[in-house]
């Protein structure tokens, strides 16, 4: 009862419970449209008579679209309204959905797609601002805990609905699914727009096109370099493998030189690159990415463990993932309460350890134990992340003034695309190295141990980052909170 009054307190007000609805409809929508949807590609390959590999695509072009748009969404909300930005973002998003789910061929799916990654930018990267406009930094653990225990309930849910969908309706039923989903949203965002007083934090002033275009081609190279968009065997160590990945990472490189080059030379830059400079802002970004590195090492080891360590379907990847999933149902609720009010330095780093034993114990132990005790492995690595998201975020916002909330929370879920590229690249990478060319030569039990050692030598590489992550966290002394002048205690702006 008295977690549940902690919370009241922070619903204390019309404005502050509208915002909230809002966020949580939304994340759950746009959460629902990304992770689980990678469960219908088998049935959009047969049906547009595809093969897996290109049907893939169908999660390239949403994640594409988000991860390299989502910080101009985030600069676009200070300009226009990070409200505004926000429901256009929900309208899209849902627009997208529908229109997929009309897809006459493989073509059109993939642009409507890409559309929905546009509207999920738009979402995504103005929620953080909109969040940190309207609670104060002593609030913002419990604050942000909300939306993301919506979100997790969203995968949550859409692995079990989706499941159903594919074995009894079909796969357009998914993204039929969105269309309830998006008019919830709709109709939840719509009293954000009608809150005055939103502050816009970049009306004037030239737009930088230059470091725009430069800034969205290097974090597209570098969502590409991590996808497997070539020919033959999915891998990072084949001869067309290296030809993709190594182009590919060279090409991040390069536009990212050029790009801190040219904005070393602009007035207005599209990145303020002296924000680097504050010490909190940036170590917390750096824990971010590994955080979010560890959560695609999970989700690209775990399937390849279940499928080609077990030799189980597609459905057993579920049965492992799904417990995972659940501790985001009620942990963040806990881990944001405890943190308004302790605000403890320690737990941070505690829980990228948590995460760090949890993908030690699954490298070293899967194969050894008997397949229904695989979630127990990947327990602690549940219940750390469920903690880690929740504080990380509120103390990233809590780093910088509330003039730069737009510029902090784009660059939460930057962080957050290039953490997920550096995780499937680096736990597959690992993974390869240690497979020989011929494995699919080989006999079941001797495929098998080599999947193990690959497993064992992609956990180690995983965790020493990880733990670099927490050295990090535990080094990072955190602000107790931002000036009193720069958190608005009950604001009744969205964003303002």
Known sequence: MGLLSNYREVLDTPARRQVMLALCS?????QVASFPVALALPSIAED????VETAAWVLVAELLALGATVYLAAKLGDRYGHSRIFFYGIVITTLGAVAAAFAMDFTQLLLFRGVQGLGAALVTGNANAILAGNFSAEERGRAFAVPITAARFGTFVGLIAFAIFLQWLGWRYIFFSFIPLGIVAIWSGLPLL???????????GPVDFG???????????LILSGLHLHPGEESFTSGDAVSWHVPMHIASIVLLVA??????????PFVDLRQFKNRHFSLALFSNTTFHL???????????????GFGYGPLFVIYVLLPHQSMGLFVPILAGWYYDRYRPRLLRPIALCLIALGIFLMGMFALKIPFWVMPFLLFPASIGTSIFNTINNAVIMNSVGNEHRGF????????????????????????GLVLPAGIALLSE???????????????????WIILAGALVAFNHRVLPSTPKAEAPQSSGAAGG
């Open 194 to 204: 009608r809150q005055k007083g939103e502050e816009r934090l970049d009306r004037e």
């Open 211 to 221: 470091g725009a275009f430069l800034f969205i081609g290097m974090i597209g190279a």
């Open 294 to 308: 560890s959560m695609l090492a999970i989700m690209t080891l775990v399937p390849i463990l279940v499928e080609n």
């Open 48 to 51: 547009f008579l595809i093969d």
């Open 26 to 30: 939304t994340f759950l929508l746009v």
């Open 259 to 268: 790009f801190i080059i040219y904005e070393r030379r602009v007035k207005q």
């Open 445 to 463: 039990a001797e495929a098998q141990d080599y999947y193990f050692r690959g497993l064992q030598a992609s956990a180690v590489v995983v965790v």
């Open 408 to 431: 902090a929370s784009g660059m939460i879920e930057t962080t957050r695309q290039v953490g997920h590229t550096l995780g499937a690249t680096v736990a597959a990478s690992a993974l």
